[in-house]
């Protein structure tokens, strides 16, 4: 067992103990957890990311629902304790599933929503991150294609790659503990998250990568933490710019909200997971207008999502300000599949040259 | 029609023939036939009736007498027909009076009297009587024992239906064992298909008469009720009738009999709540009723201004041979009294003159006399209503009435109307009063008012509605006078039927303070509740009862009461059960305004279920009403549905709500109680597997949890700890209230072995080997108290804590 490991089941088995002293003091049960909503995050000015403010909600055994929860933490602590003892790793479904062959019906939990809510719970109580509890999601982490050679730490020993030359088209897979990997040489200019698979795949295939020196990382929706974690790494340990390109409607927003700030999920984990510097690419409702892009409307929920980013206090800034305003008033959205109706190399000749040199990147 | 006409005439006979076969019917005779209407309309409600009426007999016979009743019914098969036995302990009855309480119908001491009681047209027990004879032939059995009595009477009697009086046929006397009472035995056409009804009849009757030990033995089933109580219904005390309640044709035969020879000595002497200042009251409003009131119009030269008219020189114009000076200061002085008044009606203007004419004939040494008087008075009447003299050069000033009128009915209309519209009505309103009397009733006033509005309405093209009309005829009213006339004497009123008319319609109109309620006996809610508790085993009761209301003069009072839970049926519809002056009500449930109060209560807001929000209410409820009154208005002869009054209505809602409160907040205490409980089972399981869980992550032994528990329950924790100290131990009960209440604490701790250095506040009792160790102490919220003492050490204990609710409370021992 690593120094790491002991240190998250020593951390485990801290809360474990304040649940007994409670008990034995007479007290109920408890534990704070600051409220996970958008109304309670606030900027650190330090770390520069959005962190949770000083609301807390109590899981308290007063109620029979308080009481499940907590002695449904105690069992995850129990398992997790045992499973880093072991160094075995799950993932969050494991657990889910796992929680079936434990012996008290009230610890099961009733959907994986509520696992992994847990998880995250303890995560936060006992600040220590979920990886280091050995626990992986079950996505895949996003691939990365461009002119970066790095070490990884595998089960099997440690494996030398580098993401241009030794991978395939569809580029270096990247593990669910980022940190297990070291950068041995770069000649990246600057990181490229890219949302879609297709978009991906079309700037790998205009050899995008190749021409600008460019590092592009998958995001595929809403990325993983594996997937953050290495961006931020990338640009605080080889200080390369990132830049993150995306479908232009309120949902692509947030994905790069979570690149950028921090999601409000995991706002605990902010200063490990986030790039405040990473910078949006588009598609922005101001390039609908300037390169007159096939569009769809606004739907209802989109709207409201507009809305409500408005009240998100990650978004309030000029930029973001301006151009959700202006995509309220046009009231359209568009794909990053849209620039094809220019032509296929539209994108990697035109847009994105010209993109990148308006935010000084090349 | 000629030739009918012509038929009849010759045949002077046919007429007379009639008259021959018309004759009186006796009363008996009349129910013989109307069997139904005083609810022997079938054998089997026959039965039920009969023992009613025998048992309400039964009931009032030993209250009378201020003993406890003790009722026995019986009902046997006796061949083709039952036997119905009713025996009670009342005082007995004389051998003059016994023969006519069962064998003469109407024969009753109540029906004259305003009192609260069972029965009261005295039909009841002889109509049973007679069912029997003519269903049965049997004669009626009656054996009677009189308190102190050494024998008992006995009688064999049946009721003669042509004279309405009773037959005997047997009379001799006999021994009993009951050393008083009365045991009736009626033979009859029945059948026990209302033997549910029968058993609600008395299982009611227990429930309403606490004090009342009833016993039923019938064919298939025999049950006992004992009484709750040693508490007799309070007495009652008879009362005089209310000028609200009474009638014509009562008030007229009041007036025939009374002493009195003033109608304000007639009410006061024959009215309860009538004093003198009342029975003006009311006088007055006969007065304006049966005399009408004088219009009083604004009189010259008052309201400050100057004299239109001369009042002074027509007064001495129609004064003569009294001398100049004396003549000017009469006219004056009439002139002056008249200038001071705001309204003057003629009689108050005749006085004025009469005043005058004394005062200033006394100050000139001259006698004013009627003759003088009555020109001076028709004179100033003149210039008031604006007359003139009557001659040709003083045509008078008509405008002064019609001015007069203006100013009123102005006032009484809205501001919209025109103002021509408003002068042309006034003026022929002022109008009728030129062509007609000064004196007028409400109606006539009425009356004159549609006629000048209709002629508005048709030459004004306008239109003057009836609030407008209504309005003027209120503003005119309140200015007229009540004239002084002496009302008719007490024998005058008796003679005439409209003026009597008029005199109960003043008393009805006359506001006069509720009757006294000394004559009403309510069961009391305690009472009611110890019923319910005697015949329902349910696990909450509720009882209301309401002050005395008044309905068309009767006092009543309306009591509620309300069993839920526990053996009651919980399937259907609750039930509901009727009581009129103690008397259960059993057949007509649907007719009956206690009924209807009930369905038209929102259940849900108390806690029971009610489908469609309307209706019967679900559940294992039971909702009782009583209704007291000096007069149960009832539907029918039958006495089985209070008729629907609204001012009973009334009462017997906010009765049944009063109770219903209680049963609302019982429930959600049950259901707080409820949901506490279950908390209390599934954190019961949780915590102790949580606490296993901990101590096995932590290495640890399993932690103390009874603490965190009681303090999750808001519950009171007592708990008992002892260390050993010297050659014995030292006890410790602790009590932790955790509730947001402050709590009241009753402990008991039975120790073994004797307990010494009780710590202040507690007792020790012993009893065959064991101390009770009592303490009574409040622990405030979130606060503690211990009790502490030392006993030896092989002692042993058991803790007793009352006080709390066993939800609430966590013993540890």
């Not at chain 1, 008990?23 to 650190?44: A, L």
């Not at chain 1, 990365?144 to 030359?165: F, K, S, W, Y």
């Not at chain 1, 990473?278 to 507009?306: H, K, R």
């Not at chain 1, 980013?309 to 800034?317: G, I, K, V």
Request: glycine letters at 8%.
């Amino acid at each position: 067992m690593s120094a790491d490991d002991d240190r998250a089941r020593e951390q485990l088995i801290d809360l474990a103990a304040r649940f007994y002293d409670q008990f034995e003091q007479g007290e109920v049960p408890s534990m704070s957890i600051p409220t996970r909503t958008k109304s309670n995050i606030e900027y650190d000015e330090e770390a520069d990311v959005w962190v949770y403010g000083d609301r807390e909600s109590t899981r308290s055994a007063n109620s029979v629902r308080g009481a499940q929860k907590l002695l449904k933490a105690v069992y995850t602590i129990d398992f997790l304790a045992d499973q880093l003892e072991q160094d075995r790793s799950s993932t969050l479904r494991e657990l889910y599933y796992l929680s079936e062959s434990w012996d008290n019906d009230n610890a099961q939990f009733n959907d994986q929503d509520e696992s992994n809510q847990l998880v995250e719970d303890l995560e936060i109580v006992s600040e220590v991150t979920r990886e280091d509890f050995h626990m992986r999601p079950e996505e895949s982490g996003a691939k990365v294609m461009g002119p970066l050679r790095i070490r990884e730490q595998t089960n099997r020993g440690a494996r030398e790659i580098h993401c241009q030359d030794d991978v395939g088209q569809g580029g270096y897979q990247i593990p669910n503990n980022p940190d297990t990997i070291e950068f041995l040489e770069c000649d990246a200019e600057f990181v490229l998250c890219v949302e879609t698979g297709g978009m991906r795949d079309r700037l790998v295939e205009n050899g995008f990568d190749e021409e600008f020196g460019a590092l592009t990382v998958h995001l595929g929706g809403q990325p993983a933490r594996a997937t953050r974690r290495l961006t931020k790494r990338l640009h605080d340990e080889l200080d390369l710019p990132v830049t993150v390109f995306t479908d232009g409607d309120p949902w692509s927003y947030r994905i790069f909200g979570s690149v950028a700030y921090g999601s409000i999920k995991s706002a605990h984990l902010s200063e490990y997971l986030a790039t405040p510097q990473a910078q949006f690419i588009g598609i922005q409702p101001a390039d609908i207008v300037e390169y007159d892009l096939p569009t769809d409307p606004l739907s209802d929920s989109d709207v409201n999502a507009l809305e409500s980013e408005l009240e998100d206090p990650r978004f309030q800034t000029d930029y973001w300000e301006e151009q959700i305003e202006l995509q309220l008033e046009i009231d359209k959205k568009a794909e990053q599949q849209a620039l094809a109706a220019r032509g296929l190399d539209f994108v990697t000749e035109t847009y994105l040259p010209e993109r990148l040199d308006e935010m000084g990147v090349l | 029609m000629t030739s009918l006409q012509s038929t009849l005439g010759d045949d002077p006979g046919i007429a007379e023939e009639l008259a021959d076969n018309q004759r009186a019917i006796s009363i008996a005779e009349f129910f013989e036939k109307n069997k139904h209407m005083l609810g022997f309309d079938s054998g089997a409600r026959g039965l039920v009736t009969a023992v009613k009426e025998a048992v309400d007999n039964a009931l009032d016979a030993a209250e009378e007498s201020g003993i406890l009743p003790d009722i026995y019914v019986e009902i046997e098969e006796a061949g083709d027909y039952y036997r119905l036995i009713v025996e009670d302990n009342g005082p007995g009855l004389t051998a003059d009076s016994l023969p006519k309480v069962f064998g003469k119908l109407l024969y009753g001491s109540r029906f004259h009297v305003r009192e609260q009681s069972r029965g009261q047209q005295g039909i009841g027990i002889s109509a049973a009587v007679l069912y029997s004879q003519l269903t049965s032939g049997k004669p009626a059995k009656i054996t009677s024992r009189t308190q102190g009595g050494e024998t008992a009477k006995y009688f064999e009697l049946i009721i003669d239906t042509d004279e309405n009086e009773p037959e005997i046929s047997v009379s001799e006397e006999t021994t009993w064992d009951r050393p008083h009472g009365t045991r009736i035995e009626l033979e009859m056409e029945a059948n026990m298909r209302a033997r549910s009804q029968l058993h609600d009849y008395i299982k009611h009757t227990a429930v309403v008469n606490p004090h009342a030990r009833i016993e039923l033995r019938e064919p298939n089933a025999h049950f006992k009720s004992e009484r709750a109580t040693d508490q007799l219904p309070e007495e009652t005390e008879e009362i005089r009738p209310h000028p609200h309640g009474v009638e014509l044709g009562t008030v007229i035969k009041m007036l025939g009999s009374t002493d009195s020879h003033s109608v304000s000595g007639f009410l006061q002497g024959e009215f309860t709540r009538v004093g003198k200042k009342t029975a003006d009251s009311v006088v007055d409003a006969f007065r304006d009723r049966h005399y009408g009131r004088e219009m009083a119009w604004t009189p010259p030269g008052a309201r400050g201004g100057v004299s239109e008219v001369d009042v002074a020189s027509a007064v001495v114009e129609a004064t003569a041979n009294k001398g100049a000076d004396a003549t000017d200061a009469f006219a004056e002085g009439v002139a002056d009294s008249l200038r001071k008044r705001e309204r003057v009606a003629h009689h108050q203007l005749s006085e004025i003159v009469e005043d005058a004419a004394e005062e200033i004939g006394e100050e000139f040494g001259t006698t004013f006399g009627e003759t003088v008087r009555e020109r001076a008075t028709e004179a100033a009447w003149r210039t008031v209503v604006g007359a003139g003299d009557g001659s040709e050069d003083d045509a008078g000033d008509e405008s002064r009435t019609a001015d007069d009128l203006y100013r009123i009915a102005d006032d009484a209309t809205s501001s919209r109307k025109d103002d021509a519209v408003i002068r042309a009505f006034a003026d022929r309103l002022a109008g009728t009063f030129r062509e007609g009397s000064h004196r007028l009733t409400r109606d006539e006033l009425e009356d004159r008012v549609g006629r000048a509005a209709e002629l508005t309405e048709e030459y004004d093209d306008v239109s003057f509605g009836e609030t407008a009309r209504e309005n003027v005829v209120e503003s005119v009213w309140s200015v007229m006078e009540t004239v002084p006339d002496d009302p008719p004497l007490v024998r005058e009123l008796a003679g005439s039927r409209d003026a009597a008319s008029d005199l109960v319609e003043a008393m009805r109109e006359t506001d006069i303070m509720a009757p006294p309620t000394r004559c009403l006996s309510p069961i009391s809610s305690e009472l009611i509740q110890a019923g319910l508790e005697k015949e329902y085993d349910a696990d909450f009761y509720a009882a209301a009862t309401r002050d005395a209301g008044v309905a068309g003069g009767d006092p009543f009072i309306v009591e509620a009461g309300i069993a839920y839970g526990g053996e009651i049926e919980a399937e259907g519809s609750a039930e509901v059960m009727r009581f009129a002056n103690r008397v259960p009500l059993v057949y007509q449930r649907g007719a009956c305004a206690t009924t209807d109060v009930v369905k038209g209560i929102g259940w849900r807001n108390y806690g029971l279920d009610q489908p469609g929000g309307s209706g019967m209410p679900n559940g294992p409820a039971v909702i009782m009403v009583h209704v007291a009154s000096t007069n149960v208005p009832f539907t029918s002869e039958s006495k089985d549905a209070v008729a629907n009054v609204p001012e009973i209505e009334d009462e017997i809602e906010l009765a049944i709500r009063e109770a219903a409160r209680d049963l609302k907040s019982y429930l959600n205490k049950r259901r707080s109680m409820q949901k506490r409980r279950k908390k209390q089972s599934v954190l019961g399981e949780i915590l102790p597997e949580m606490a296993e869980k901990v101590a096995e992550v932590t290495g640890n032994d399993e932690p103390e949890i009874d603490d965190a528990i009681a303090r999750i329950m808001n519950n009171v924790l007592v708990e008992r700890r002892t260390e050993a100290n010297g050659d014995g131990q030292r006890v410790r009960v602790a009590i932790e209230n955790h509730s947001g209440t402050n709590e009241s604490i009753e402990l008991t701790d039975i120790v073994t072995a004797e307990p010494t250095e009780v710590s202040d506040g507690a007792s020790v009792v012993e009893m065959d080997g064991e101390w009770f160790v009592r303490w009574e102490t409040d622990v405030p919220s979130d606060g503690e108290a211990v009790l502490e003492y030392r006993t030896g050490d092989d002692a042993a204990f058991d803790l007793d804590v009352k006080g709390v609710e066993t939800e609430k409370l966590t013993v540890n021992q």
